[in-house]
């Protein structure tokens, strides 16, 4: 962030979630930046206090707004213009293609880069990544059939359909890459308990009433034991690739 | 199936698809056998002819229906008791959890052991079997919104839940194994292929109406793609492990 805000840049940071949750997003103002990071072993809160007691710490202005409510919130007139604007894995978090789109649309005039950070759904470490990409796809699938999700993963959207929303919003691709998160990225091994432990099979029976659907999400509940146990275990999971882009609008 | 059958057995061979499709089903009769396997390249009709020319050829009766309705179609009294039920790669056929439940539910009254053999749902060679794996759990997911699927994967089924199934139904495991099939065994391509051909997208887009279920389809799809990319392409994909079973009647 340090890089992003400069010498004299200002960061409006915004998170519509409450502070002892586990995430943050943030949005910069003159140097400026959507950041969204999942938060644990933090909470919001105290992400928060942590970097408002750093050095940029009287550089940050925390919102607890909808990203697009707080950015329609502020006259066109005054809107101010921001440099950069960077969701870092907090797309999945939206609750639907929607407003992921609508957030994008707004952020297309108002930045002038937009960054995002995302799960790959792939991995090039050999099978230890298999395990995140089917727990993410058995969580969107179970989560698709909830009229409210409050999961990590809401709308599950691989790099090519981001890049087609963003299209769709205005942006045009500057560049991308994707790479493989170091050991100690817990995130694949986070996604696999969530799967594997027993609140998972309990929503299926409650939220997925058509046998065939309930079918095809227990196969994937089945199809991540597999993958963790062929692996040596959710310990030995590996977090999928991580794929980043920069776009700037049209 | 010469084993099966021995010097003197007879086969009742049982399958409801038309004779220009790509699957047979077979029960034997006197030492006996339900087996389904995925035809191509040849076709049902053309693997009849194939058997029926074979030294067996005399020993098999090829019979056009339901399993459960040609099973039940036998009188009480007359209804010959089998000695194996092989049912080979077909339970993904089925079209529906409950069709597999009471047809094993009828076998475990008419066969002394019941033989399944079906994809694993997990890879052990590295990662070269995932796009296998994350095809089949795409087509489920896709083929879980059409009122009728003509897919080969109608009603997806990991090992622990047709073992769930098999005990509902009556039955006792006796012993089980998982192994990897040899190269040139073109299924998981098959899969893939069908996966990212046109045909799938077009039909997630007719079948599948909710935006996140949508979303959480594309997602495996693109999943699938990744997974091929990442192994050098839809040529290189290896099939995933096979399951195979033995139950007996309680």
Same mark, same amino acid.
């Given at each position: 962030?340090?890089e992003?805000?400069?010498?004299?840049?200002?960061?409006?940071?915004?998170?519509?979630?409450p502070?002892?949750?586990?995430?943050?997003?943030?949005?910069?103002?003159?140097?400026?930046?959507?950041?969204?990071?999942?938060?644990?072993?933090?909470t919001?809160?105290?992400?928060?206090?942590?970097?408002?007691a750093?050095?940029?710490g009287?550089?940050?202005t925390?919102i607890?707004?909808?990203?697009?409510?707080?950015l329609?919130?502020?006259?066109?007139?005054?809107?101010?213009?921001?440099?950069?604007?960077?969701l870092?894995h907090?797309?999945w978090?939206?609750?639907?293609?929607?407003?992921?789109?609508?957030t994008?649309?707004?952020?297309?005039?108002?930045?002038?880069?937009?960054?995002?950070?995302?799960?790959?759904l792939?991995?090039?470490?050999?099978?230890?990544?298999?395990?995140?990409?089917?727990?993410?796809?058995?969580?969107?699938?179970?989560?698709?059939?909830k009229?409210?999700?409050?999961?990590?993963?809401?709308?599950v959207?691989?790099?090519?359909?981001?890049?087609a929303? $963003?299209?769709?919003a205005?942006?045009?691709?500057?560049s991308?890459?994707?790479?493989?998160?170091?050991?100690?990225?817990?995130d694949g091994?986070?996604?696999?308990?969530? $799967?594997?432990?027993p609140?998972?099979?309990?929503?299926?029976?409650?939220?997925?009433?058509n046998?065939?659907?309930?079918?095809a999400?227990?196969?994937?509940?089945?199809?991540?034991?597999?993958?963790?146990?062929?692996v040596?275990?959710?310990?030995?999971?590996?977090?999928?690739?991580?794929?980043c882009?920069?776009f700037t609008?049209?």
């Open positions: 962030m340090a992003l805000v400069g010498e004299t840049g200002h960061v409006d940071a915004i998170d519509p979630g502070l002892d949750y586990g995430i943050f997003l943030v949005v910069s103002l003159t140097s400026r930046s959507l950041i969204g990071t999942p938060g644990s072993p933090f919001l809160g105290q992400a928060h206090d942590h970097l408002s750093s050095r940029l009287d550089r940050i925390w607890q707004a909808k990203p697009v409510e707080f329609q919130s502020q006259s066109e007139k005054n809107a101010p213009k921001y440099d950069v604007a960077v870092a907090c797309i978090y939206f609750s639907s293609p929607e407003i992921i789109l609508e994008l649309r707004v952020l297309s005039t108002r930045a002038r880069h937009i960054c995002i950070a995302e799960w790959s792939s991995s090039s470490v050999a099978s230890r990544g298999s395990a995140h990409v089917l727990a993410v796809l058995a969580e969107a699938s179970l989560e698709s059939h009229p409210d999700s409050e999961s990590n993963v809401r709308t959207s691989s790099p090519a359909r981001i890049k929303m $963003v299209e769709k205005g942006l045009s691709l500057q991308e890459s994707i790479w493989s998160p170091k050991e100690g990225m817990f091994r986070w996604e696999v308990e969530a $799967v594997l432990g609140r998972f099979l309990m929503e299926v029976e409650n939220f997925v009433k046998e065939r659907e309930k079918a999400i227990l196969a994937m509940h089945d199809a991540v034991k597999a993958a963790a146990t062929e040596g275990g959710i310990k030995a999971v590996h977090a999928m690739d991580v794929w882009a920069v609008p049209l």
